[in-house]
């Protein structure tokens, strides 16, 4: 476990989280037979630049090991408690994270214990029948806030949190985390185009762009313009950087432009995992099919915990 | 009868005056939507969102989460059809206080198939969390945004615009999950919701003077559905219920009436008036009503199926039926 700002540099912080996140989410994939390994090689080090670097957030006051299943939002006799608490408290001054990919919810629980706000034991409930560490993440599960795993939901609610929190006068920002694939649906245009419209400079995005969707590479099936392009011309601001690289994240995810503001990061979803590679193109989910390879990959796991 | 013109256009700026959480948004249908003034009185509350719905479900979310009350306005077709993804996932699972103000409910518009809700109360019964209120008369429409706001949760709304009757006193606003009682009588019980009230009371009085008595009531929260006047009066009833409701027979008030008597296990008959499990087309509303039965005569019709007679009650003993105007005034558009 790292704790953010410790005094040492801050990048060997950050790559030490990152790490921390790839070899977390590996001993899982190898203890559960399967999981979302790509995920995990692509966004280490988006999540750990937002949880060690860039969010403003409060200590969390969830506790340590989540809560089990309490019903949904609404139902009778049930006391919901909404996974954002392990973001900390929603204060003016503070930042507010929202996760779309839901799918990635391993790499954000993986995350959450790297950086001292989730029980390592608390990686334990995933995708245990009655927990909340849900394989594919609702708003009860550490770290959500809102729920997103229908793809593309997340940013015009973001959008909605951005307005009412520009209407209050806050001060912190609203940080969304979102994937490629996203962009294929049609909301996100409609959101851009309307957090553009309100000027919601509030309002700031990390992408994960590692090529990769359930049906394989996104370069098969995507053709045209640059994503950057497409979002500059729908009004906000856009910039490229290498998603492994911690000094190009910093200079991109702290750029002032006074617009909505997306940093597309350039990632490899087999990064300090390359015999991963040898199943490309399909990356999208990890499980192994003979005893032989499941050895080769414990073998890698070795090597990162040295 | 009184027409009252436009009720929520006022109504609806009178009442948010001191409630500064309300805001509104809509998608390209303001003043469809009857909220023009209520744009030019509240501006700093009022955000457009252009023709893009799904996006405007998640602002909605988002603006709830944060503490407002969005209350949306536009068609109804494009609140349930079109972006339900968006609906049921970021606002009714989380329980957020949003308000849909649906306007053109069913046959209401000559808008035709692509503008007319004929199955939106049983999606909307269909989505947990929903509580949905439909208007009937100009006291409804002015009374409905309190008992929506009483909710903590997501409000579904049938809502009537232009000219609008007075069927229900000023000072009886509706109330959430509580049936009106129109008329008493123990030979067939009658429920109907919206503008299908209006035909039944036009039944009332030639029923009543051919002998058949009539329990008419009113319903105007189709979710929750748990008033107990409703299963009482089944189970005195002789003859039969018939629900006659502007929406498919599939889903609405029709199955829920169904659902309440299998439940409670009262074997009566149950005739289901409505749109029988088929769109509709662009026409006037009387036209359609006549044409898909959901009219005073078809009413009478029922009624005589069920007490296996005639009960000699022409068209001609039926009040005057109320032609509104394809092009009043008293809406911006022909729609």
Same mark, same amino acid.
């Given at each position: 476990?790292?704790?953010?700002?410790?005094?040492?540099?801050?990048?060997?912080?950050?790559?030490?989280?990152?790490?921390?996140?790839?070899?977390?989410?590996?001993?899982?994939?190898?203890?559960?037979?399967?999981?979302?390994?790509?995920?995990?090689?692509?966004?280490?080090?988006?999540?750990?630049?937002?949880?060690?670097?860039?969010?403003?957030?409060?200590?969390?006051?969830?506790?340590?090991?989540?809560?089990?299943?309490?019903?949904?939002?609404?139902?009778?006799?049930?006391?919901?408690?909404?996974?954002?608490?392990?973001?900390?408290?929603?204060?003016?001054?503070?930042?507010?994270?929202?996760?779309?990919?839901?799918?990635?919810?391993?790499?954000?629980?993986?995350?959450?214990?790297?950086?001292?706000?989730?029980?390592?034991?608390?990686?334990?409930?995933?995708?245990?029948?009655?927990?909340?560490?849900?394989?594919?993440?609702?708003?009860?599960?550490?770290?959500?806030?809102?729920?997103?795993?229908?793809?593309?939901?997340?940013?015009?609610?973001?959008?909605?949190?951005?307005?009412?929190?520009?209407?209050?006068?806050?001060?912190?920002?609203?940080?969304?985390?979102?994937?490629?694939?996203?962009?294929?649906?049609?909301?996100?245009?409609?959101?851009?185009?309307?957090?553009?419209?309100?000027?919601?400079?509030?309002?700031?995005?990390?992408?994960?762009?590692?090529?990769?969707?359930?049906?394989?590479?996104?370069?098969?099936?995507?053709?045209?313009?640059?994503?950057?392009?497409?979002?500059?011309?729908?009004?906000?601001?856009?910039?490229?950087?290498?998603?492994?690289?911690?000094?190009?994240?910093?200079?991109?995810?702290?750029?002032?432009?006074?617009?909505?503001?997306?940093?597309?990061?350039?990632?490899?979803?087999?990064?300090?995992?390359?015999?991963?590679?040898?199943?490309?193109?399909?990356?999208?989910?990890?499980?192994?099919?003979?005893?032989?390879?499941?050895?080769?990959?414990?073998?890698?796991?070795?090597?990162?915990?040295? | 009868?009184?027409?009252?013109?436009?009720?929520?256009?006022?109504?609806?700026?009178?009442?948010?005056?001191?409630?500064?959480?309300?805001?509104?948004?809509?998608?390209?249908?303001?003043?469809?939507?009857?909220?023009?003034?209520?744009?030019?009185?509240?501006?700093?509350?009022?955000?457009?969102?252009?023709?893009?719905?799904?996006?405007?479900?998640?602002?909605?979310?988002?603006?709830?989460?944060?503490?407002?009350?969005?209350?949306?306005?536009?068609?109804?077709?494009?609140?349930?059809?079109?972006?339900?993804?968006?609906?049921?996932?970021?606002?009714?699972?989380?329980?957020?206080?949003?308000?849909? !103000?649906?306007? /053109?409910?069913?046959? *209401?518009?000559? &808008? %035709?198939?692509?503008?007319?809700?004929? +199955?939106?109360? $049983?999606?909307?019964?269909?989505?947990?969390?929903?509580?949905?209120?439909?208007?009937?008369?100009?006291?409804?429409?002015?009374?409905?945004?309190?008992?929506?706001?009483?909710?903590?949760?997501?409000?579904?709304?049938?809502?009537?615009?232009?000219?609008?009757?007075?069927?229900?006193?000023?000072?009886?606003?509706?109330?959430?999950?509580?049936?009106?009682?129109?008329?008493?009588?123990?030979?067939?019980?009658?429920?109907?919701?919206?503008?299908?009230?209006?035909?039944?009371?036009?039944?009332?009085?030639?029923?009543?003077?051919?002998?058949?008595?009539?329990?008419?009531?009113?319903?105007?929260?189709?979710?929750?559905?748990?008033?107990?006047?409703?299963?009482?009066?089944?189970?005195?009833?002789?003859?039969? !219920?018939?629900? /006659?409701?502007?929406? *498919?027979?599939? &889903? %609405?008030?029709?199955?829920?009436?169904? +659902?309440?008597? $299998?439940?409670?296990?009262?074997?009566?008959?149950?005739?289901?008036?409505?749109?029988?499990?088929?769109?509709?087309?662009?026409?006037?509303?009387?036209?359609?009503?006549?044409?898909?039965?959901?009219?005073?005569?078809?009413?009478?019709?029922?009624?005589?199926?069920?007490?296996?007679?005639?009960?000699?009650?022409?068209?001609?003993?039926?009040?005057?039926?109320?032609?509104?105007?394809?092009?009043?005034?008293?809406?911006?558009?022909?729609?």
């Amino acid at each position: 476990m790292t704790v953010p700002g410790a005094g040492t540099d801050w990048r060997t912080e950050t790559q030490a989280v990152a790490d921390g996140i790839r070899r977390r989410v590996l001993d899982h994939v190898l203890r559960n037979n399967g999981g979302y390994m790509s995920q995990a090689c692509s966004s280490a080090e988006i999540f750990s630049m937002l949880y060690t670097k860039v969010l403003r957030l409060g200590p969390s006051t969830a506790p340590p090991v989540p809560r089990s299943f309490g019903g949904v939002p609404g139902a009778p006799g049930t006391e919901f408690f909404n996974g954002g608490e392990y973001n900390g408290p929603r204060e003016p001054r503070f930042d507010r994270f929202i996760f779309s990919p839901s799918h990635y919810a391993l790499v954000l629980y993986a995350a959450l214990i790297e950086v001292g706000r989730l029980a390592p034991d608390g990686l334990e409930q995933f995708n245990q029948d009655g927990s909340t560490v849900e394989m594919i993440g609702a708003e009860h599960s550490p770290g959500v806030e809102t729920t997103t795993g229908s793809l593309a939901q997340a940013l015009s609610q973001a959008g909605g949190i951005a307005l009412a929190r520009k209407l209050h006068g806050d001060s912190g920002n609203v940080w969304v985390m979102m994937s490629d694939g996203e962009f294929q649906e049609g909301q996100i245009w409609e959101a851009i185009e309307t957090i553009s419209r309100y000027n919601l400079d509030n309002l700031r995005v990390i992408v994960d762009v590692n090529g990769q969707q359930c049906d394989g590479c996104l370069d098969e099936i995507e053709s045209g313009d640059p994503l950057t392009h497409k979002i500059r011309a729908f009004g906000a601001s856009a910039v490229e950087a290498d998603g492994h690289d911690l000094d190009a994240l910093e200079l991109a995810m702290t750029a002032q432009t006074g617009k909505p503001h997306f940093v597309l990061a350039r990632t490899d979803p087999v990064h300090g995992l390359p015999i991963f590679g040898d199943r490309a193109p399909l990356l999208h989910y990890l499980r192994f099919t003979s005893e032989e390879e499941r050895a080769r990959y414990q073998a890698a796991y070795e090597e990162m915990v040295v | 009868m009184e027409i009252v013109k436009r009720p929520h256009v006022e109504n609806f700026i009178r009442w948010s005056k001191d409630k500064p959480e309300v805001v509104v948004l809509t998608a390209d249908l303001t003043n469809s939507s009857e909220v023009g003034k209520w744009r030019d009185t509240y501006p700093e509350r009022f955000f457009p969102m252009k023709m893009a719905e799904q996006n405007m479900m998640g602002f909605a979310a988002g603006l709830a989460r944060e503490g407002y009350t969005p209350f949306i306005h536009t068609f109804a077709v494009f609140i349930y059809r079109r972006p339900y993804d968006q609906l049921a996932m970021s606002i009714a699972y989380p329980n957020l206080s949003v308000r849909f !103000v649906a306007f /053109l409910p069913g046959i *209401t518009t000559p &808008g %035709g198939v692509t503008h007319q809700a004929i +199955e939106d109360v $049983a999606i909307m019964r269909a989505t947990p969390n929903m509580t949905i209120l439909e208007t009937g008369d100009a006291t409804e429409v002015e009374s409905v945004l309190d008992v929506a706001q009483s909710v903590d949760g997501p409000v579904y709304i049938r809502m009537l615009r232009g000219e609008v009757p007075r069927l229900f006193p000023s000072d009886e606003p509706m109330a959430l999950d509580r049936v009106r009682i129109l008329s008493e009588g123990d030979d067939v019980t009658v429920i109907t919701a919206g503008i299908t009230t209006e035909e039944a009371m036009r039944a009332a009085a030639p029923l009543a003077a051919a002998g058949v008595a009539m329990r008419h009531l009113h319903v105007s929260t189709h979710k929750p559905l748990t008033d107990p006047t409703i299963l009482e009066s089944i189970k005195q009833t002789r003859h039969g !219920v018939i629900t /006659l409701e502007n929406h *498919t027979v599939i &889903g %609405g008030l029709g199955s829920a009436i169904a +659902e309440l008597m $299998a439940d409670n296990g009262v074997g009566k008959r149950l005739l289901r008036l409505g749109l029988q499990d088929t769109y509709a087309h662009g026409a006037s509303r009387a036209y359609l009503m006549k044409e898909y039965g959901l009219d005073a005569p078809a009413l009478v019709r029922g009624i005589e199926e069920l007490l296996g007679r005639s009960i000699g009650v022409s068209e001609a003993d039926l009040d005057v039926v109320r032609i509104e105007q394809v092009h009043s005034l008293a809406k911006v558009e022909a729609l």
